[in-house]
């Protein structure tokens, strides 16, 4: 390990140069998550950064000697050293009767209603929205570190029927149009990043055939995760955000339900900022959840009961 001298110093970790942005990332999750363990705090770090060996593992041991070396300079202050040991294997969800396709659901939501979300609780509840999200989402199930929610689809009526899946989670931290529609700096987006929340799954179970079903839950969802997110997590996020490959859909649900269409991604990973990690660009959507979003967002009022 050494440090690199230059216009912008970094360090080198397990044969991988940081820089000092990407270092003041690594510190925000640690701040921000002070409840995750050393290895979930890896975990997420290791995906949003995309730091990852030739075979496409994580580099778990990687990373904690970055967390451990900038605890020894004092730039973080790491948890307490638990007595388990991490799956490091994927764990593999197989199939069950209980997510087999059902006889189709067709008509409209005034035929069904209420629709309702329902915040996924309790490990028999998360194993079975997990199974539905790998079995018929066309990206599958992977497992959401930091702050997140899940949540059911459901009809009111009785019996409740189960119609489709969401997750909320961290939102992006390299996305150039958003930060330029925001209007923060660098130092803003450091501080306040995790008022904005990532809709990084919707699924509508593909034998539930309801038109406007899609807008429906997400005009719900727009309203019930601020106080969903405030209980679990202590604030209120003030922005959404998702992403919509454009090879797929056209994102036609969230224009529905108002969202605000930016452009497209640069086509990089999560947090990369050097087009190391190349993807397929994607269709970019926000929704404000709060009228001062940029004034909250800019650090020019306060945030929301936090």
């Known amino acids: 390990m050494m440090e690199k001298q230059g216009k912008e110093p970094t360090m080198l970790i397990n044969g991988r140069w940081f820089s000092k942005q990407e270092l003041e990332d ?5 701040k921000m998550f002070p409840n995750l363990s050393r290895y979930e705090l890896a975990q997420t770090i290791c995906e949003g950064l995309s730091w990852v060996a030739p075979n496409g593992k994580y580099k778990i041991h990687g990373c904690y000697q970055l967390l451990e070396k900038l605890e020894k300079q004092e730039n973080i202050i790491l948890p307490k050293k638990r007595n388990t040991i991490p799956k490091t294997k994927k764990q593999q969800i197989k199939p069950g009767e ?7 659901i067709i008509g409209t939501v005034a035929d069904i209603a209420p629709i309702e979300l329902e915040i996924v609780m309790g490990q028999d509840n998360i194993r079975l929205w997990n199974e539905y999200v790998e079995r018929y989402h066309i990206l599958g199930y992977k497992r959401p570190f930091g702050a997140h929610q899940r949540y059911f689809i459901c ?11 969401l997750l909320f989670s961290a939102s992006s931290w390299a996305l150039a149009e958003r930060d330029k529609w925001i209007g923060w700096t660098e130092e803003d987006r450091s501080q306040r990043l995790h008022l904005i929340v990532n809709n990084t799954r919707f699924l509508i179970f593909p034998w539930v055939k309801i038109k406007n079903l899609a807008s429906k839950a997400l005009s719900l969802a727009s309203k019930q995760l601020p106080t969903d997110w405030q209980k679990r997590y202590g604030f209120e996020p003030v922005l959404l955000e998702t992403f919509v490959d454009p090879k797929l859909y056209q994102g036609t649900c969230y224009k529905a339900a108002n969202w605000i269409y930016l452009g497209k991604t640069a086509g990089r990973g999560r947090m990369d900022r050097y087009r190391q990690y190349l993807s397929s660009p994607k269709l970019i959507y926000m929704y404000p959840l709060h009228q001062d979003f ?12 936090e």
Do not use: H, M, W
């Open 294 to 305: 940029r004034a909250i967002l800019c650090g020019k009022v306060g945030v929301p009961n």
């Open 98 to 104: 209980q997510t087999d396709a059902k006889p189709d």
């Open 26 to 30: 690594v510190k925000y999750i640690v």
């Open 155 to 165: 009809s009111g009526n009785k019996p409740k029927e189960r119609l489709g899946c």
